[in-house]
């Protein structure tokens, strides 16, 4: 059973910095691509950053590329977001998502993809 569970979040001030995480049950991250999603209200979830199992290829939405940046650690079993110099719009729920190697990388970016979610953080940038 894959179970992930984020934290993190918080409110920031426009141009400030948050870390989020994304505890994994053990050998997710040596089974799955993992990645970022978020929802702002009223929106549909939308798709931040991924990482590739194998080889560790990383994708970015356009919005938060030089800005936000996936990582993780087989180690501690952990998934990292680092999000830099935010704005007011990357105000959202953040979610940790698992899905299979065998999905073709152009469509890393798809939710339906992914088989296992977070229950979310919340991110709030003030302006």
């Known amino acids: 059973q894959v179970q992930l569970v984020e934290s993190g979040g918080g409110l920031v001030q426009t141009g400030g910095s948050l870390r989020l995480s994304c505890a994994a049950s053990?050998?997710?991250?040596?089974?799955?691509?993992m990645a970022w999603f978020r929802q702002a209200p009223e929106k549909e979830r939308e798709f931040v950053a991924a990482?590739?199992?194998?080889?560790?290829?990383?994708s970015y939405t356009d919005s938060v590329k030089g800005r936000f940046t996936i990582s993780r650690d087989f180690a501690e079993n952990m998934v990292y977001l680092q999000m830099n110099n935010l704005k007011p719009e990357d105000t959202a729920v953040y979610f940790c998502?698992?899905?299979?190697?065998?999905?073709?990388?152009?469509?890393?970016?798809?939710?339906?993809?992914?088989?296992?979610w977070g229950q979310g953080t919340q991110v709030t940038v003030s302006s």
């Open positions: 998502a698992a899905g299979p190697t065998s999905t073709i990388w152009s469509e890393i970016q798809t939710s339906t993809r992914y088989h296992y």
């Open positions: 053990e050998r997710t991250l040596n089974t799955y691509n």
């Open positions: 990482i590739r199992r194998r080889g560790g290829s990383t």
